[in-house]
């Protein structure tokens, strides 16, 4: 009886390919025997044949590479490399009722406060096998109702959102998605599923404290206001409220840039805006360090002391808060940290291993230096 050696796995009755390159095989030799579907894919039966193993093996080598030996492994990584063979996860998910997805919906992309809770998100979900979809609302409630319908519609496994105030519409989609949910960079006593998040407004009353003790009398709140930013209009609200209550009679300055933009050029038009017609201010408070940077150059620029005429404050803790001259005083949120959390919240859900949700407070702190 003839013993045919080699795996198991392989097809008898052809030479298979040597994975070392050092028998001939190249992508030149097999690229014209591939068989093209209308959409000009490689498929797995392509990288079947060429691997000398069944479709079976492929797929078994592509979900669980452990349960197939390692000569097999080697043989389809050579082939799906010479192919360009790319898995079709649409049909795996159809299968599995899984996307292996997850929808993260952030104000703005260009703002590194989120850019750094999508790299702690990404962190935690790539090593199981998700893949992050992001979409940014332009701190608009209506698009961000948009963006909820469109992701769902391609059925996430969980959502990551930034805000805890939707429409009313939105609210109820993301209550009635069946998947875990989670909402941040806020507080509230009515989640609609998970939430990892600080509170704004108490985050606003300790730098309002701090200033205060400090000795400063006359503050202005400046920043960027906008209807869809529920973060930001909390940070003035409870500006509002504290200096009412910590400086009885003083006036309540606010000042907003009437746009969306978050740079530092808005800074120095607050800036300006303020010295024109609030100049008895003798610490000036933004809603974000982005605008304090700007403000604080500028201020450099046209020989006004900071802080000995004006004190500046900021919001956020970004890195340039901590190499301005002077160092800004800040409020630092952990940005990070807010994603990475979120991550792993939504992996405990997606796997199964809890169905409970969960409200985590990471707080913020004050970060005192010498521009106030």
């Known amino acids: 009886m003839a013993v045919r050696s080699g795996s198991a796995d392989e097809k008898p009755g052809r030479k ?3 994975v070392t390159g050092q028998a001939g095989w190249s992508a030149s030799d097999v690229t014209p025997q591939l068989t093209r579907r209308a959409t000009h894919s490689v498929t797995l039966s392509d990288v079947a044949s060429l691997a000398n193993v069944s479709p079976q093996t492929v797929s078994r080598t592509i979900r669980s590479p452990e349960l197939v030996s390692v000569r097999t492994v080697e043989r389809v990584q050579w082939a799906i490399a010479t192919t360009g063979y790319v898995p079709n996860l649409a049909a795996s998910n159809l299968a599995s009722n899984r996307s292996r ?7 703005t992309i260009s703002a590194s406060v989120f850019a750094d809770a999508l790299h702690g998100l990404d962190n935690v979900l790539t090593p199981h096998g998700y893949q992050l979809f992001i979409g940014a609302t332009d701190y608009s409630l209506e698009h961000e109702e948009e963006l909820i319908r469109a ?3 391609r059925r996430p496994d969980g959502l990551f959102i930034v805000g805890t105030k939707h429409t009313p519409a939105a609210a109820l989609l993301l ?14 006593e009515d989640p ?3 939430l990892v998040g600080f509170s704004n407004w108490d ?9 205060v003790a400090k000795g400063y009398k006359h503050p202005t709140f400046a920043g960027s206001f906008q209807a869809g930013d529920s973060r930001a ?3 003035q609200d409870s500006f509002a409220r504290t200096v009412a209550r910590m400086l009885p009679g003083e006036d309540i300055r606010v000042v907003d840039s009437g746009t969306g933009v978050i740079d530092m050029d808005t800074g120095v038009s607050l800036l300006n805006r303020v010295l024109e017609h609030h100049p008895e201010t003798d610490v000036l408070m933004f809603a974000s360090d982005v605008f304090a940077a700007g403000a604080i150059l500028e201020c450099q620029r046209r020989g006004i002391s900071v802080p000995g005429d004006l004190a500046i404050t900021g919001f956020g803790d970004f890195e340039i808060s901590r190499h301005l001259l002077p160092r800004l005083t800040t409020v630092a949120v952990p940005n990070t940290e807010i994603g ?10 997606m796997s199964g291993a809890t169905e409970e949700s969960e409200r985590i407070d990471l707080r913020f702190s004050v970060m005192p230096r010498e521009s106030a």
């Not at 997805?101 to 104000?107: D, M, N």
């Not at 606003?204 to 701090?210: Q, R, S």
């Not at 959390?341 to 859900?349: C, I, P, T």
């Open 101 to 107: 997805t997850v929808a993260a919906i952030i104000p």
């Open 175 to 188: 209550k009635n998605s069946r998947i875990p949910v989670v909402e941040a960079w806020n507080w509230t």
């Open 192 to 194: 609609i599923d998970n």
């Open 16 to 18: 298979k390919p040597d």
């Open 340 to 349: 990475t959390r979120a991550g792993e919240l939504l992996v405990a859900r």
């Open 233 to 235: 209009i909390d940070r």
């Open 203 to 211: 985050a606003i009353e300790a730098i309002v404290d701090h200033i």
């Open 151 to 153: 992701f769902m519609g």
